[in-house]
């Protein structure tokens, strides 16, 4: 039997909490939908019931209270910069926001659902055909890891170019679910399992992220990919230093989450580079190989720190 097709569309966010209950288990949250009807259409992810969360207003605010910055979910990639204030603090930010995809879809895709986008492997990112011909991957009906030949740990990598820099940048982000609201540093949302790559729970709505006012912080964002348009990460770095000296190391598109070290700028800037290499876990699953991969990340987080000590 062919399940019954919902397209919901909440004018809350308590609304969209009830709606997301009520088919809980067989529903997904739309913001800009470049991601998810994506997969969805690629047969990769098999949903009945579309809750599009783009009429709600309480998520489109960007607002200042007292020292932090709360930037709403639904804010797209594209009208980040119309905000005199991110530009001032933060423009690693908007230099990020402008590495994502295109044009177009910037003006579409939203901040929240770019920090909830989907993990992604080039055996997994193919259509329905395709994967059927290679007997599907872990990620998706098979069982079995076509990168590494495992059965047992999925690598599709974390493709989120704006995650990293927030990361670097001590970014939290606001839940909100039946329970009521919480607030959790980013970083803590991504499990590392690239089969269910984040923890937050599924009927809750991202509401804000949270970006501190009261530490500045320099930021060196990097991306490699094989185009300058539209072609997702193979490798993304953000590395900053707070004004109380903490140094971030934000490594994406290497591992199923981001890698973070902290260290500080007096520390052994060596090592923090050689930990972030050993704690990413690079497999063949991108357009470049493993190897080339992991020695960009290298060149790019030596760069990145030579450039915060100038
Ligand atoms: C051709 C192409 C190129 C792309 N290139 C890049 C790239 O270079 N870098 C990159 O990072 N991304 C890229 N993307 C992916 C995508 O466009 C972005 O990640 C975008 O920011 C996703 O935002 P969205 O609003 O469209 O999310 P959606 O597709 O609407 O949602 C993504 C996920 O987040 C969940 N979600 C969204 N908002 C909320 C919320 N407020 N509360 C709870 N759950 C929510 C959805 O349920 C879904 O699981 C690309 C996509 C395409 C099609």
Redesign the pocket.
Known sequence: MIAEKKYLKPSTIAEAIKFANDFIDDF????????????KFQGNKDISCLID??NIPE?KKVSVLKDKLNIG??T??ESLKQHDIIEERFPALLIAAQ????PM??K???????????NRCSFYNQSEWWREAIGYCLKCEGDICIATGGKKACFSKF?????PVLISLGAKIE?MDINGCKTVDLESIYTGDGIKPRN?PET????NIILPLDIHFKVIFK?L?PRQA????SLTTAVSLSSNGNLRLVVGGCDPKPVVIDGSIDGNLEEYIKKALAKSRVVDNDYYSRKYRRDMMKLFLEESVNELLK
């Not at 579409?108 to 989907?118: F, K, P, S, Y």
């Not at 809750?204 to 509401?207: G, Q, S, Y």
């Not at 539209?230 to 990460?233: H, I, L, N, W």
């Open positions: 997904c949250f739309v913001a800009g939908g470049t991601d998810v009807l994506v997969n969360i783009s998520l979910a639904l797209t990639l590495e994502v995809a295109s879809l910037r579409t895709a939203t901040i929240g659902g770019n920090v909830l986008c989907e493709v989120s170019d704006t995650a839940l937050v809750a709505i991202l509401k991306k990919r539209v072609d997702f990460t």
